[in-house]
Nanobody, 120 residues
Framework: QVQLVESGGGLVQPGGSLRLSCAASGTIFSPNTMNWYRQAPGKERELVASITSSALIKYADSVRGRFTISRDNANAKITVYLQANSLTPEDTAVYYC????????????WGMGTLVTVSS
């Protein structure tokens, strides 16, 4: 059974920074992709950033240049980070960690989400 545990959300002022973490444990095969999604009030969930087990990275246009995704594979656990800089109120959302195992045939696992609020 795969478990994802997120941390690092909170209240930050505009222009500030946060680092989100997501620890994935359990039986995790490759190839896999770790993703950060977010969902703002009244909006659909959107993909923010992703990083594959071969270290390919993608960003949404809205965060490119401000957010950085990275991952650490150690001790049979994967930890993915999202460094979020130059935050604006538009970045306010619940951020969800997602692990996708496989490609054409895949399984998805989700964390519970962590709230990021950007406000003065």
């Amino acid at each position: 059974q795969v478990q994802l545990v997120e941390s690092g959300g909170g209240l930050v002022q505009p222009g500030g920074s946060l680092r989100l973490s997501c620890a994935a444990s359990g039986t995790i095969f490759s190839p896999n992709t770790m993703n950060w999604y977010r969902q703002a009030p009244g909006k659909e969930r959107e993909l923010v950033a992703s990083i594959t087990s071969s270290a390919l990275i993608k960003y949404a246009d809205s965060v490119r240049g401000r957010f950085t995704i990275s991952r650490d594979n150690a001790n049979a656990k994967i930890t993915v980070y999202l460094q979020a800089n130059s935050l604006t109120p538009e970045d306010t959302a619940v951020y969800y960690c997602n692990l996708r195992i496989g490609t054409l045939k895949y399984s998805d696992f989700w964390g519970m989400g962590t709230l990021v609020t950007v406000s003065s």
